[in-house]
C-alpha cells in the first residue's frame, strides 16, 4: 500500500516537522513495515522556464539550441525532445541538478555550450504507465498560467512524499487512506476529520422505481447500487490524478479516477456500470460451469460455479470483486452509471483473482470489508460525481444487507493485560491507548467494557486488545525475564546425531540434498515395490517426485564434483526416504554412503573398493550395538548395482539395507554406494555394553588353510567351524584369500586363524587338536576342500 | 709367574685389534675356552710350589678380572655401534607427505542444529521431530490460517498430487507445534524445540525451495511476552555474541496473539549501520509470540488456565551469518570444497 502524505492530510493534519522517515519508523514501531519512504519526485532544482528563442543545431538534424527563462537568469540550453517549440512553458534541470538517472551539469553538446536541460516526465522518475500519449512524445509542457521561475514539482503538483508500506494480512483496514489517518492519529495523538458525503440527490426519480438487484448467492454479504446520470467524461481534476499517481494507480478519466479515488480512500472497491448497456437488473449469482465471459481486458475466461458473477437478465457481466466485462465498461461515450458498491465473499474472490488477476480491489476483498464503508463509498462517489463529472445523482440506493455492522464489544479483565505481556502497563495508559485509536472504553474497575469500530475487522478477542495496548506501548518496552524452570530434563534421541558423527569419524562429508528429485530416477538404488509421491504442481522437471532413496542425491553431488575435477569422494547424507501406503503417507530415516576414488590419499594410496564400504558399514553396525548380529547375502541386489558386487545388508534376519558397487550400465566409474533404513534397523533390539572378566588364561592360536571351490563363499566356512569347534573356539579370522594356477584355477586358497581359550584352565594342545580334526574333517566333507599340508 | 705377565701383555695387545663383536667372541674363545691360554695356566696351578700359589692364583684371578672387565667393555662399545649403523640405515625423510585419510565433516547446517539443540536442551527443552509431510490441517487449519485465508500467500506451499489443500510438504515447522501439543496427553505445560526441514516454491540467492526452521514453544500457567524476550535474548546472544541486542516489534502471525518480529543488532556493525542490515543497524531474524487461544483450543488445551510463547526462525539464514556465507544456494550446493571447509570443531560461539 503507497500512502501519499498529500492524500494523508486530507484526513489528519500530520505536522511539519514530521519526516516522510520519521513517518515510516514510528509506523514500523507499531507493526506496520514498510518498504521505502521519500519524495514522490526524486530531483532537485527543477523550475519553470519558458522557452524565448528556439534554432536547430547547426551541427545536428535533430537537436535545438534554445534559449530558456528561467526569470533569475537565461539559459542556453541544447535540447534533443522533437516537440520543443517557442513560448512552450518547460521542466528545466538547472546545474547542478539531480535527476533520478544522474546529474544534470554545464556541458558541451557538439560544440554548443547547454546549461541544463528541458525535462519528460519520464526523466522525473515517473512510471511510463502513468503518462498520457502526449506525455510520452517529449518534454512536459506546462499550461499556459504557471508562474517561470518556480519550483517545477510544485507547480506540477507532484511535490508529495510517499511510503510504500508491506501490510501485515490482518490489517485490512490500513488499505484505505481513512484506516491509515486512524493509525497515524494513534500514533500522534490527532483526531480524524470529516469526510464530505455530501450531494444534491435529484428527487423526482427514485432508483428503486426503474433499477432492481436480485442476489442470488451466499457469496454476497451486501449489495449497494445508486444511479448516478448526465455526467461527463473528461480529465480528472490534477489533484485527482496526482494522487492516484503517488498511490501508484493510472489516471483514466474523471469517472474511473473516482472509483479508483474512493477505494483508495474508503478500502471499498467500487463498480461503475454503463447504465444503457447493462439494461435495468443486476442480479449475483455463481456462474454456471463452463459459463462464458469477455473481461476488460478482452480476454475471454471460462468460469465455474466457485466464481461470483455480476449478471444482468441476459448474461453474465463481470466476476464480482475482480475484474468488471467488457460489455460494459464506462466508455467515452458514457452518460448514466450504476454504481456497485459490496461485499463479496472473500474466499472466492481470493480464488478467482488467483485465477484470473490479483488487483487492488480483489487483494481488498480478500482481506475483509467493514460494511459501514461499504455505505460510504458508494456516499462519496456520488460527492464526487456530482463534483468533477457534472453528474445528477438519482435518490435513493437499492439495497441488500446480510451484514451484522454493530460495534464489537470486548471484555477484558486488567491483570490479563499483565499476564500476556509480562509487564504491568498502568490502567490509565492502556485506557489512553484504546482511546486514541477510537475505541470507546467503559472501565469497571478490574475490567474494561471496550467497544471495538467494525473497521477493525482484526479486533476480536481480548489478546487481540492486549496486542493493540502493546503495540502502542512499545513491545520492546518489554522487560526480559527467564520463565520459572520446571526442573524436569528435556528429552533428547542423539542417535542420529551419533551416526553422522560416527560417519564423520571414518572420514565422510556430509552432504545436504533435496527431498523432491527428478521423476526418472524415483525407483533406482531400490530392491523393492512401493508408490511414490509426487508434488501437485513442481516447480521444474528437476524437483517433481519425493525421494525414497538417498542415493540418486548422492549421485548427482557426485556427478557435480566429478566436473569440477573432484574425484576422492567420500560422502553421507541422513535424510528421510518418502512414499505411499494404504492411502498413508510414510516417511523414514535413511543413511546413504557413496565413496568413489582413493579412500587413503598418500604416496601409498587406497582405491576404495567393496570391503572398505563394507568395513564402514560393518564399524556403523558395531558401534550402534549389533556385533555378531549382522550379515550380508547376494539375494535382492537393485538393477542399478553390479550383481557380483554388491550385498543386502541383514541384521537379525531382517533386511535393512543394501551395499555395492554401482553396475557399469549405469556408470563407467567405480562408485560404491551403501543405504540403511534406519527407522528398520532401530526397531531391532541392540547390545548393551556389559562387562565381562577378562580371561586370563592363555590362548592356544591355530591356523588352517583349505583349498575349496572359489564359488564357495567365506563365509559359508566360517559358519561351518563355528559349528565344528567347541565352546572354547573365540575367534575365527580370515587372514589370506588367494587363487593361482597351481591350486587349480576353479580353486581358492582360504587360510585362517583360529583361536582357542577356556575360562577356567589353561588349554593343552591336545584338547584343541580334537577340536581340530574335527573341524577339517567338517570341512573337508562338507566342501569337498582339500587341506593344505602345510598346516600346522 | 712369567707366563701370566707375558699373556696380559699379549691379551692388552689383541685387544687393540678387535673391530667387531665376532672378533671379541672369538678373543674369548682364544683365552677363556676350553683350550683358552687362561683356561690353560689355570691348569698348571698344580705344578707350582705350595709358597708360590697363593700369589700365582691372586695373579691369576686378577688376569681374568682383566679380561672380563675389558671384554664388557668392548662389547658395549660395540654393540652401541652397531645399533647406531641399525639406526641410521633406518632414517627416513619425515617431510615426505602424511598417509591422509579422508576429511570427513560434518555439513554447517547440522552444526548449528545441533549447537541450537544444545542449546535448548541447557534449557530444559525437549527436542521434538515432527514429519516433513503434514496435512493441510497442521500445518495450517490448527495455526488459525482457515482455507482461503490471506496468509496462505506468504507461504507458496507444495501439495502433494491430488491433494490440494489436503496433504503437503510442510511449509513451517510451526505444525510440529500442533503436534505436540496433541500428543501430550495431560494438556499441561510443554517445552520444546523442533528442528527440521521445510518447503516454499521459491528459488533465489536468499531463498531455497527446501530449507531449515526451527520452531520453539512453551506452554504453563504464567509465561509471558517477558519470558519470551529473555528465553530469546538468552539463545540470541549465545549464539551471535553477548554484545548483541535484541529489539521486538509488533507484527502479525495467525497463530499467534499478541505478534512480534524480532531483530537484533548487526552483528558485523555493531549497530552502525552496513551493506548486511541496509544501514538500519538491526537484522530481522525471527517470528514469535503468544499462542493464539484459538490455536491452544484446537490441540485441546484450555486457553483460560494455559497460555504459551512461540517463536520460529530459519536456521539457514544463522548459518549464513555463523560462516560468512553470502548465497544460500552453496549450503545446498554440496561442492565437496565446500563441504571439507567444515573439518574441525567451531573455535567460539561468537560471530566476528
Do not use: W
Request: aromatic share 8%.
Amino acid at each position: 500500500m503507497k500512502l501519499s502524505r498529500k492524500f494523508l492530510c486530507d484526513y489528519i493534519d500530520l505536522d511539519k516537522e514530521i519526516t516522510i522517515n520519521k513517518l515510516a519508523e514510528d509506523m514500523t514501531n507499531v507493526g506496520n513495515e514498510y518498504e521505502s519512504a521519500g519524495p514522490l519526485i526524486n530531483a532537485t532544482n527543477l523550475v519553470v522556464g519558458q522557452v524565448i528563442k528556439c534554432q536547430k543545431h547547426p551541427d545536428s538534424d535533430h537537436l535545438h539550441v534554445c534559449v530558456v527563462d528561467i526569470k533569475s537568469e537565461l539559459l542556453n540550453i541544447v535540447c534533443g525532445a522533437p516537440n520543443v517549440k517557442e513560448k512552450m512553458k518547460v521542466i528545466v534541470a538547472k546545474p547542478p541538478a539531480n535527476l533520478p538517472n544522474g546529474k544534470i551539469k554545464k556541458t558541451t553538446i557538439r560544440g554548443v555550450e547547454s546549461n541544463g536541460m528541458l525535462c519528460s516526465l519520464e526523466e522525473l522518475g515517473l512510471d511510463n504507465k502513468f503518462l498520457s500519449d502526449k506525455d510520452k512524445e517529449g518534454i512536459y509542457e506546462f499550461k499556459t498560467d504557471v508562474e517561470i521561475g518556480t519550483d517545477a514539482i510544485k507547480a506540477l503538483g507532484l511535490d508529495d512524499e510517499v511510503i510504500d508500506f508491506e501490510l501485515t494480512s490482518n490489517r485490512a483496514d490500513l488499505l484505505s487512506i481513512l484506516g491509515m489517518a486512524y493509525e497515524i492519529g494513534a500514533i500522534y495523538n490527532k483526531k480524524i476529520k470529516d469526510i464530505d458525503l455530501t450531494y444534491k440527490p435529484d428527487k423526482n426519480i427514485d432508483i428503486n422505481d426503474e433499477f432492481k438487484i436480485d442476489i442470488k448467492t451466499n457469496d454476497c454479504s451486501l449489495f449497494l447500487a445508486k444511479k448516478a446520470i448526465n455526467l461527463k467524461i473528461k480529465p480528472s481534476p490534477d489533484f485527482i490524478k496526482n494522487r492516484l499517481i503517488a498511490s501508484g494507480i493510472r489516471p483514466i478519466n474523471n469517472v474511473v479516477d473516482i472509483s479508483n479515488y474512493v477505494m483508495l480512500e474508503t478500502g471499498q472497491p467500487l463498480h461503475f456500470y454503463d447504465a444503457k448497456r447493462l439494461g435495468n437488473k443486476i442480479i449475483v449469482r455463481n456462474a454456471y460451469n463452463n459459463e462464458k465471459l469477455t473481461t476488460l481486458d478482452k480476454i475471454q475466461r471460462t468460469l465455474n460455479e466457485e466464481d461470483i458473477v455480476i449478471a444482468n437478465e441476459k448474461e453474465a457481466i463481470g466476476l464480482a470483486g475482480v475484474m468488471g466485462g467488457y460489455n460494459t465498461e464506462v466508455e467515452n461515450d458514457t452518460v448514466d452509471i450504476i454504481i456497485e458498491s459490496a461485499i463479496f465473499d472473500n474466499i472466492k474472490v481470493r480464488k478467482t483473482s488467483k485465477k484470473i488477476l490479483r488487483s487492488e480491489a480483489s487483494n481488498r476483498f480478500e482481506k475483509g470489508i467493514d460494511p459501514k464503508r461499504t455505505y460510504m463509498a458508494i456516499e462519496r462517489s456520488a460527492h464526487l460525481l456530482e463534483k468533477y463529472a457534472d453528474a445528477t445523482i438519482i435518490s435513493g440506493m437499492c439495497t441488500y444487507d446480510k451484514t451484522n455492522n454493530v460495534d464489537k464489544e470486548i471484555e477484558i479483565e486488567i491483570d490479563k493485560i499483565k499476564k500476556v505481556l509480562g509487564i504491568d502497563i498502568p490502567k490509565k495508559t492502556s485506557i489512553d491507548i484504546l482511546n486514541r485509536l477510537g475505541f470507546i472504553i467503559e472501565d469497571n474497575n478490574q475490567t474494561l467494557k471496550v467497544k471495538v469500530p467494525t473497521r477493525r475487522l482484526d479486533i476480536n478477542i481480548k489478546e487481540d486488545l492486549i496486542e493493540e495496548i502493546g503495540r502502542f506501548y512499545g513491545m520492546d518496552n518489554i522487560k526480559a525475564k527467564l520463565p520459572i524452570f520446571d526442573g524436569k530434563i528435556g528429552k533428547f534421541n542423539k542417535i542420529k546425531r551419533d551416526i553422522r558423527n560416527k560417519m564423520i569419524s571414518l572420514g565422510l562429508n556430509e552432504t545436504l540434498s533435496y527431498s523432491l528429485i527428478n521423476d526418472k530416477d524415483i525407483d533406482k538404488y531400490v530392491n523393492n515395490k512401493f508408490e511414490k509421491i509426487k508434488i501437485a504442481d513442481p516447480m521444474s522437471e528437476e524437483r517433481t517426485t519425493l525421494r525414497y532413496s538417498l542415493i540418486p542425491s548422492l549421485k548427482e553431488i557426485y556427478e557435480y564434483n566429478k566436473n569440477r575435477n573432484y574425484l576422492d569422494i567420500s560422502i553421507f547424507e541422513i535424510g528421510k526416504g518418502f512414499y505411499r501406503e494404504k492411502n498413508e503417507y510414510k516417511e523414514e530415516n535413511k543413511l546413504a554412503l557413496l565413496l568413489s576414488g582413493n579412500y587413503i590419499n598418500s604416496l601409498n594410496k587406497i582405491k576404495v573398493d567393496f570391503y572398505i564400504v563394507k568395513g564402514i558399514v560393518e564399524q556403523l553396525l558395531d558401534y550402534l550395538g549389533y556385533k555378531n548380529r549382522y550379515s550380508f547375502t547376494t539375494n535382492n541386489i537393485p538393477q542399478q548395482l553390479h550383481p557380483g558386487i554388491s550385498a543386502s545388508i541383514i541384521v537379525m534376519g531382517t533386511e535393512i539395507g543394501i551395499l555395492g558397487k554401482i553396475s557399469p550400465l549405469e556408470t563407467k566409474d567405480d562408485i560404491f554406494v551403501a543405504e540403511i533404513n534406519l527407522d528398520k534397523l532401530f526397531s531391532i533390539r541392540t547390545s548393551k555394553i556389559q562387562f565381562v572378566p577378562i580371561n586370563k588364561y592363555p590362548a592356544v592360536v591355530k591356523d588352517l588353510s583349505f583349498i575349496i571351490d572359489k564359488k564357495i563363499e567365506a563365509q559359508k566356512i566360517v559358519d561351518q567351524i563355528k559349528q565344528s569347534g567347541g565352546k572354547n573356539l573365540n575367534k575365527i579370522e580370515i587372514f589370506d584369500v588367494y587363487m593361482n594356477e597351481n591350486i587349480g584355477i576353479n580353486n581358492k586358497s582360504i587360510a585362517l586363524k583360529l583361536t582357542f581359550v577356556d575360562d577356567k584352565k589353561t588349554l593343552t594342545d591336545d584338547e584343541v587338536n580334537i577340536n581340530i580334526d574335527k573341524i577339517i574333517k567338517n570341512v573337508v566333507n562338507k566342501f569337498n576342500a582339500k587341506l593344505r599340508d602345510d598346516n600346522q | 709367574m712369567d707366563n701370566i705377565k707375558i699373556i696380559k701383555e699379549q691379551l692388552l695387545k689383541d685387544l687393540q685389534t678387535i673391530d667387531t663383536i665376532k672378533k671379541l667372541n672369538d678373543l674369548k674363545i682364544e683365552y677363556l675356552g676350553k683350550k683358552g691360554k687362561i683356561t690353560t695356566l689355570n691348569s698348571t696351578i698344580k705344578s707350582i710350589d705350595d709358597d708360590k700359589k697363593k700369589e700365582f692364583g691372586i695373579k691369576l684371578n686378577d688376569l681374568k678380572q682383566t679380561f672380563n672387565t675389558k671384554y664388557k667393555e668392548m662389547y658395549e662399545k660395540l654393540n652401541q655401534e652397531l645399533i647406531n649403523q641399525k639406526l641410521e640405515s633406518e632414517r627416513i625423510d619425515i617431510t615426505l607427505p602424511a598417509t591422509k585419510i579422508k576429511y570427513g565433516s560434518k555439513h554447517p547446517i547440522s552444526r548449528v542444529i545441533e549447537e541450537f539443540e544444545d542449546l535448548f536442551l541447557s534449557m530444559g527443552y525437549t527436542i521434538y521431530d515432527g514429519p516433513e509431510l503434514e496435512s493441510d490441517e497442521n500445518c495450517f487449519q490448527k495455526l488459525n490460517i482457515a482455507k482461503g485465508h490471506p496468509a496462505r500467500d506468504a507461504q507458496d506451499t507444495f501439495y502433494l498430487e491430488n491433494e490440494y489443500e489436503n496433504y503437503l510438504l510442510r511449509s513451517q515447522t510451526s505444525a510440529a507445534q500442533v503436534r505436540a501439543m496433541e500428543e501430550n496427553k495431560e494438556k499441561g505445560p510443554l517445552k520444546i524445540v523442533c528442528p527440521g526441514k521445510v518447503y516454499r516454491k521459491d528459488e533465489d540467492a536468499t531463498h531455497s525451495h527446501q530449507f531449515m526452521q526451527i520452531e520453539g514453544l512453551v506452554i504453563d500457567e504464567n509465561v509471558s511476552m517477558a519470558d519470551l524476550k529473555g528465553t530469546l535474548e538468552l539463545f540470541l546472544k549465545k549464539f551471535l555474541g553477548e554484545k548483541t541486542t535484541v529489539r521486538f516489534r509488533p507484527s502479525y502471525f495467525p497463530f499467534t496473539e499478541p505478534s512480534v518480529e524480532v531483530d537484533i543488532s548487526c552483528f558485523k556493525c555493531g549497530g552502525k549501520g552496513c551493506n548486511l542490515c541496509k544501514q538500519t543497524g538491526f537484522i530481522e531474524v525471527l517470528g514469535a509470540g503468544m499462542v493464539h487461544p484459538h490455536v491452544l483450543q484446537m490441540c485441546g488445551y484450555d486457553p483460560n488456565k494455559y497460555q504459551g510463547f512461540a517463536f520460529g526462525t530459519g536456521i539457514d539464514r544463522f548459518t549464513m551469518f555463523k560462516y560468512s556465507i553470502n548465497d544460500i544456494r552453496t549450503i545446498y550446493g554440496n561442492d565437496i570444497r565446500f563441504l571439507e571447509q567444515f573439518d574441525r570443531r567451531d573455535d567460539n560461539n561468537e560471530i566476528k
